[in-house]
């Protein structure tokens, strides 16, 4: 079993930035593939960003390619979302995943264990 908590969301002006950490409880952080995803008001659940397990490889949504950046610091336990250039379509939810072993994935099913969310709202 593992716990996500994610932290660092609030509000921000369009081109700020902006960086979300996720906390997971356990001693198999390093076990799992991580990975992010957010919501919008109104819309489905959309991909983000993952990262596997030992941070070597990575994968992004069209939508933030560029201008996110996933990373993991797995003694800590920790796999962060650093935001730039923020635009007013990156408000939303965003939640952090886990998936136990496997591959790096975009698909929401394919992760195991998710947090609360926390809200990230672009300003203009």
């Known amino acids: 079993q593992v716990q996500l908590v994610e932290s660092g969301g609030g509000l921000v002006q369009a081109g700020g930035s902006l960086r979300l950490s996720c906390a997971a409880s356990g001693r198999t952080f390093s076990a799992h593939v991580m990975g992010w995803f957010r919501q919008a008001p109104g819309k489905e659940r959309e991909f983000v960003a993952t990262?596997?397990?030992?941070?070597?490889?990575?994968r992004y949504g069209d939508s933030v390619k560029g201008r996110f950046t996933i990373s993991r610091d797995n003694l800590k336990n920790t796999v962060y979302l650093q935001m730039s250039s923020l635009k007013l379509e990156d408000t939303a939810v965003y939640y952090c995943a886990a998936r136990a072993g496997g591959l790096v994935t975009s698909a929401e099913y394919q992760y195991d264990y998710w947090g609360q969310g926390t809200q990230v709202t672009v300003s203009s």
């Open positions: 990262i596997g397990r030992n941070g070597g490889f990575t």
